[in-house]
């Protein structure tokens, strides 16, 4: 789970990371509980490249805040809309830094990356002006690593990215996280430090046992629609194009994506990502009837295309589940195209049949049934 | 050299058995022809499922059987004390489907696993199979028939439309691996590619790929550093993913110009690989080549 800087922020200053006092704020009303200024308006969204899609802005009246905040709010960045921003007092007086925790899957431990430049993409600056090593996943020896990389650097810089460094390696044990990156961390002459932007990537794996994590993916579902989808429901589901016109009922992660890949390589114009876990529906009905009403909800969809190869799934059982399930989703209007490939397929052609539902074998003989419907001629 | 040629004779244990994916998978292993020679189950009331004898612990169970193999099917927290037994007990092949694991588990879980010297497939593995001789995990056995292609995922169901397909089309596979879609793993494609060089049923190699992580790259410079001469076919999936979004695996995650569709592709290009847009560009390619 990718945090929102400000979420971000909150979680490193748990464990003694400072960070510039800040409020995040989703309406123009930011009277109250501002730290002085000046200030900096920074747009909320889990991704990057947020400075140059003009969603950063700095601030020196009360004034300004709110006619950034006004600019900020509701664009859409990277397909997703800023619905909130982070007011925060800017840092005068210091140099900048950098240093980054990851896991290091190939190392099957953490990397640690430090430069004495800060404030750009890591990857423009020169390959000998980047310190990086591999630590063991403790952390006393991300410490050690830390305080081996800052060595190479001197005076305020030095001590500050051995002590920013060592603080990072606690709170990336301990929230087991995928990636902490400060970006720029600001340095001032007497060695102390802040950390001026923070990117903090969580692993969804552990969100059940990693409360602090928990509780702000709870506080704020809106932000993280995937990972909160996924920790209550049990699948995944994104919504890949909101003016998509073909949903689809899949599962499995890499099918399911191939075959987005594939539409859109004919010009269709899916709407969701879907791994529904058929495997797993445990002879219930509530994961696939909440899917159609997601499904449902895509403003733009005129038709559902099901697409499960069964590996194990039981067909027969999986269609009756889904014609229950399509009954309690009224909301799904849209005609329903099915291709099913495995186990208990005669099972299936009856059940879907008495349903009404058209069922093909081969791919492209239901993509050219779905095409009917897309391009607004009845079959 | 990581060798997975195991045989229709590997003595082959289920830690979490009695469980709802162990009472089933170890039936269809079993059925395969898998030589499942215990259970293990710690609430252990029975004495044994499928026909296969129940143990309370991996220790007890490969002293008496001689076990070498482990297929885990154990909760995704349990997942890492699962391993850590299997190879406390001798075990040197451990194959874990589970989904979910958490990613420092998988740290340490790998670390333990290479100070032991054995082989993990997994986590997040839709298992892996010697078509004709023995399966260990999912893989449905409609898309196993033996034949010449070395095939390697990280996806369950791209892989068993892929290898459907090409077995509609009657051609086989000879090792088949399911890496798993976890970013922190056992097994990785490029640690195979001494394996896949000098084994002859293998005539060429089928990647099937994702998005996310740099796998298929590390596969790509593995090829070009041991001099790979036979054929190498790749899908990768989720070229049209949004940035930032974990779409279903925990690997299958673009940030920024990492791990994207199009940075594998020109390492794969460049390694001699074809990379195929689509299923069924792939299955024409495959057959194309080697028929």
């Known amino acids: ?379 | 050299m990581i060798n997975p040629r195991l045989t229709k004779n590997t003595p082959v244990i289920i830690q979490g058995i009695s469980g709802r994916a162990g009472r089933l998978h170890s039936r269809l292993m079993k059925e395969y022809g898998t030589n499942l020679v215990a259970g293990i189950s710690s609430r252990k009331a029975v004495s044994e499922i499928n026909g296969v004898p129940l143990f309370t612990d991996c220790a007890t169970a490969v002293k008496a059987t001689g076990a070498t193999t482990s297929v885990a099917l154990v909760g995704a927290f349990d997942l890492l004390a699962a391993i850590e037994e299997a190879l406390a007990a001798g075990i040197r092949y451990i194959v874990t489907p589970t989904e979910g694991m958490p990613v420092h588990d998988a740290l340490k879980a790998k670390r333990a696993v290479d100070a032991a010297g054995a082989i993990w497939v997994g986590a997040s593995t839709p298992g892996m199979a010697i078509a004709g001789e023995v399966k260990l995990g999912f893989l449905p056995s409609d898309s196993l028939i033996p034949g010449p292609v070395g095939l390697m995922s990280k996806s369950g169901t791209l892989s068993y439309e892929s290898g459907y397909r090409l077995a509609q089309r009657g051609m086989g596979t000879s090792v088949w691996i399911g890496v798993g879609g976890d970013a922190v793993k056992g097994v990785r494609y490029a640690d195979l590619v001494p394996f896949y060089a000098q084994d002859e049923q293998t005539q060429a190699l089928l990647i099937i790929g994702e998005i996310g992580g740099h796998e298929e790259e590390d596969f790509a410079a593995a090829c070009i550093a041991h001099k790979f001469s036979k054929p190498v076919f790749a899908l990768i999936a989720g070229r049209s993913a949004p940035e930032g979004v974990t779409m279903g695996h925990a690997g299958a995650l673009v940030h920024g110009s990492h791990g994207t569709w199009n940075a594998k592709r020109l390492a794969l290009e460049a390694a001699g690989a074809t990379v195929f847009g689509s299923l069924n560009e792939m299955v024409d390619g495959v057959i194309r080549r080697l028929k």
């Open chain 1, 1 to 379: 789970m990718y945090l929102l800087e400000h979420d971000a922020k909150e979680l490193l200053a748990r464990y003694q990371i400072h960070v510039p006092p800040g409020k995040l704020v989703s309406d123009l009303d930011t009277s109250g509980n501002l730290p002085p200024g000046p200030w900096i308006v920074k747009g909320q969204i889990t991704a990057g490249g947020r400075g140059k899609a003009g969603i950063i802005k700095k601030a020196t009246t009360a004034q300004e805040i709110i006619e950034h905040t006004k600019a900020i709010l509701g664009k859409v960045v990277k397909n997703r809309r800023v619905d909130t921003v982070r007011v925060e007092q800017q840092v005068a007086g210091a140099t900048e830094a950098y240093i980054s925790l990851m896991i290091d899957a190939a190392a099957a431990g953490v990397r640690v990356i430090m430069a004495a430049e800060g404030g750009m993409d890591i990857e423009a600056l020169p390959k000998d002006a980047i310190r990086s090593a591999v630590a063991a996943p403790t952390v006393d020896a991300i410490t050690r690593c830390v305080q081996a990389l800052a060595a190479s650097f001197e005076g305020a810089k030095a001590r500050a990215l051995a002590d920013a460094g060592a603080k990072l390696a606690s709170a990336f044990m301990a929230s087991e996280a995928m990636l902490i990156e400060i970006n720029p961390l600001f340095v001032k002459s007497d060695g102390t430090w802040i950390a001026g932007d923070a990117k903090f990537v969580t692993d969804d794996g552990a969100l059940e046992r990693q409360d602090d994590t928990r509780a702000m993916l709870n506080a704020r579902t809106a932000a993280y629609p995937e990972a909160a989808l996924k920790l209550e429901h049990g699948c995944d589901y994104v919504v890949v194009d909101p003016e998509g016109e073909l949903g689809l009922l899949t599962t499995g992660a890499g099918l399911s994506m191939m075959l987005i890949d594939e539409l859109r390589a004919v010009g269709l114009k899916p709407y969701n990502f879907l791994d529904v876990r058929s495997g797993g529906l445990r002879g219930e009905t509530a994961r696939l009837a909440k899917v159609l009403k997601w499904i449902s909800a895509g403003p733009n969809v005129k038709v559902m295309l099901i697409n499960i190869f069964a590996g194990i799934t039981e067909l027969g059982e999986f269609s009756r589940l889904l014609v229950s399930a399509l009954s309690e989703a009224p909301e799904l209007k849209v005609p329903v195209v099915a291709r099913l490939v495995g186990n208990g397929l005669p099972a299936a052609r009856e059940v879907l049949s008495a349903a009404g539902i058209p069922l093909y074998a081969d791919l492209d003989e239901a993509l050219a049934e779905v095409k009917k419907h897309l391009s607004g001629n009845q079959p």
